[in-house]
């Protein structure tokens, strides 16, 4: 999404992404949150925030935001970076911007609960978890364990449990 001034770059962009463009308008950010599951928002970082610092709900619920500058210097992963967002400058750092990273698990090069269960095809059954999981993966390497069943499982606040996701056709 951009300002009519930037289309061309917006294009550039979603031609790279295989992603829609749409023009900035006072609603924009809110219809965005609720249909997509990443935006890419050419605008200066400050538009950005003001926009959606009303929309913010939860990690889990709000779609990754990356915010590009006018002129393709920076790519910034502003919100949720384990949830799409990393990955999504990544892809668009191809075509020219800087990736702007802040995540902590990435900046030290190390694992995050989130990245562990895509890498599994898992999902996060206690997500408040993760909070201090990744912390501790910051400071060291946490365990995967692997429990096969019949069995009862009980964790504390401490502990991310990963279930793996069902197949298509179980």
């Known amino acids: 999404m951009t300002f009519e001034r930037n289309l061309g770059v917006a294009q550039r962009l979603g031609r790279h ?3 829609d463009v749409l023009i900035y308008d006072k609603d924009v ?3 965005a949150f609720e249909e997509y599951g990443s935006i890419v928002a050419v605008f200066a970082t400050g538009i950005v925030v003001r ?3 009303p929309l913010i709900q939860d ?3 709000d779609p990754a935001v990356v915010v590009v500058d006018s002129n393709m210097n920076f790519a910034i992963s502003l ?3 384990h949830h799409g967002g990393n990955e999504l400058v990544r892809k668009i750092s191809e075509i020219g911007p800087v990736p702007v990273i802040t995540t902590a698990t990435e900046v030290h090069n190390r ?3 989130e990245g562990i269960a895509k890498s599994l095809g898992c999902d996060i059954v206690n997500r408040p978890s993760t909070v201090q999981v990744n912390c501790a993966l910051l400071e060291q390497d946490v365990e995967v364990l692997e429990i096969k069943g ?3 499982v009980i964790v504390g606040d401490d502990v991310s449990v990963l279930k793996k996701e069902k197949a298509e056709n179980s």
């Open 17 to 19: 992404l295989e992603a």
């Open 59 to 61: 990690k889990w619920k």
């Open 51 to 53: 926009d959606i610092a």
């Open 29 to 31: 950010f809110r219809r």
């Open 79 to 81: 919100l949720g970076g």
């Open 150 to 152: 019949p069995k009862i």
């Open 111 to 113: 694992n995050s609960v």
